[in-house]
């Protein structure tokens, strides 16, 4: 069981202790690719932990993006918050439904909004439900919170600064899709975009970070996972999946060991796979 740290990754066990805190806020952020045939906010309806909120993860984002998700302008993060009644000097948890799949998005959001106060369920509402802990089908009662932000720019980067970086070869460049995917041989879930990989950039599928049951493994083997994926981590990485969701699986990891030097490729491969003029490569 990993150790709790309620700023980054806490167990069932904590959470359970905690529930009643009145400074508590849960978060359901479970989403989907939609080859997985499964419905977060339906499944959120159907049954969630006691007072989560549903964050929706398309909806507090970028509307002006052509992209999917991308970051929301600080003040639309603001008032979302503050309608579901989160603000300064709460502890929030953010879980989802496949074990630790979409909720370290949520995580990384809150921390480039400048708030560290959060921490991800480790093992989410599967292994949360597997041990037979309390669940409601009832949306909890909100009242509006002030929140504060600080936007942390360098927890981001877009396309420019990736491109830059690829050239330069002066991060590591982490992609968090499946092998296949990684190396052109399978096809992208989003119609229109190239098959292949960043140039320089390094294959860490996001699984090899978790064990079976959808926890975290443990900083050792992190460490080691890293190690095999060829990553070398004197240097600052950007992480990059299809969308900017698992890639802060591998933030959180990084944070997990102690390397504080990471940054979320927001656009990821929905944006680099879209442009012709982005060099792409192939293969392992």
């Known amino acids: 069981m990993a150790k709790d740290d309620p700023k980054t990754l806490v167990s069932t066990d904590w959470l359970a202790a905690h529930l009643n805190d009145p400074d508590l806020r849960i978060f359901d952020a479970s989403w989907y690719l939609p080859d997985m045939g499964r419905d977060g906010r339906a499944e959120y309806e159907r049954g969630h932990i006691p007072g989560a909120r549903y964050f929706d993860i398309d909806d507090v984002s970028d509307a002006r993006s052509t992209l999917p998700h991308m970051a929301p302008p600080p003040e639309k993060f603001v008032s979302r918050m503050r309608a579901m009644g989160?603000?300064?000097?709460?502890?929030?948890v953010v879980y989802d439904g496949a074990g630790m799949f979409s909720a370290p998005r949520v995580w990384w959001l809150f921390r480039y909004m400048g708030k560290t106060d959060i921490a991800v369920l480790d093992g989410g509402y599967a292994k949360w439900t597997a041990e037979g802990r309390p669940t409601d089908d009832m949306p909890p009662i909100m009242r509006d919170r002030h929140i504060t932000v600080s936007v942390q720019n360098h927890l981001i980067r877009d396309v420019t600064q990736v491109a830059h970086a690829s050239k330069l070869r002066d991060h590591e460049i982490l992609d968090a899709r499946g092998p296949a995917r990684f190396r052109g041989d399978a096809p992208e879930p989003r119609e229109g975009l190239r098959l292949g990989h960043i140039p320089g950039s390094k294959n860490v599928h996001y699984a090899t970070l978790l064990n079976e049951d959808g926890t975290m493994k443990d900083p050792d083997a992190l460490r080691a996972a890293f190690d095999a994926a060829g990553v070398d981590l004197s240097k600052p990485v950007i992480s990059s999946c299809g969308s900017g969701v698992t890639a802060a699986i591998i933030d959180l990891a990084?944070?997990?060991?102690?390397?504080?030097?990471?940054s979320v490729y927001d656009g990821s491969w929905s944006e680099w796979g879209m442009y012709g003029d982005l060099k792409v490569e192939t293969g392992g």
């Open 86 to 92: 989160v603000g300064d000097g709460h502890q929030v």
């Open 254 to 262: 990084l944070e997990r060991i102690g390397h504080d030097r990471h």
